[in-house]
């Protein structure tokens, strides 16, 4: 069994910042590429960022310049490092490693909202 462990989400206000941790198994986290996708409110989930194993990174154009995603082999986390955050970045976040299966974690919830 492949569990992912996200956490970091909460109340934030407009212009804030979080970061998002997901921890995977090392040798799952060492072999994919991992990523973080979002639903918000009445809409569907969205890629919004990846990071293949080599570290190659592609991001949504919403939060291109804003989002930072990283890998730490060391620790086996990957981290969505968000920025300059608006009140349409408010979704449940969710980590993602790409087997063959894929994998999710259970998803942690972010609100940007003064």
């Known amino acids: 069994q492949v569990q992912l462990v996200e956490s970091g989400g909460g109340l934030v206000q407009p212009g804030g910042s979080l970061r998002l941790p997901c921890a995977a198994p090392g040798i799952i986290f060492r072999a994919y590429a991992m990523g973080w996708y979002r639903q918000a409110p009445g809409k569907q989930r969205e890629l919004v960022a990846t990071?293949?194993?080599?570290?190659?990174?592609i991001y949504a154009d919403s939060v291109k310049g804003r989002f930072t995603i990283s890998r730490d082999n060391a620790k086996n986390t990957v981290y969505l490092q968000m920025n300059s955050l608006k009140p349409e970045d408010t979704a449940v976040y969710y980590c993602?490693?790409?087997?063959?299966?894929?994998?999710w974690g259970q998803g942690t919830l972010v609100t940007v909202s003064s």
């Open positions: 993602h490693v790409q087997t063959v299966a894929g994998v």
């Open positions: 990071i293949t194993s080599s570290g190659f990174t």
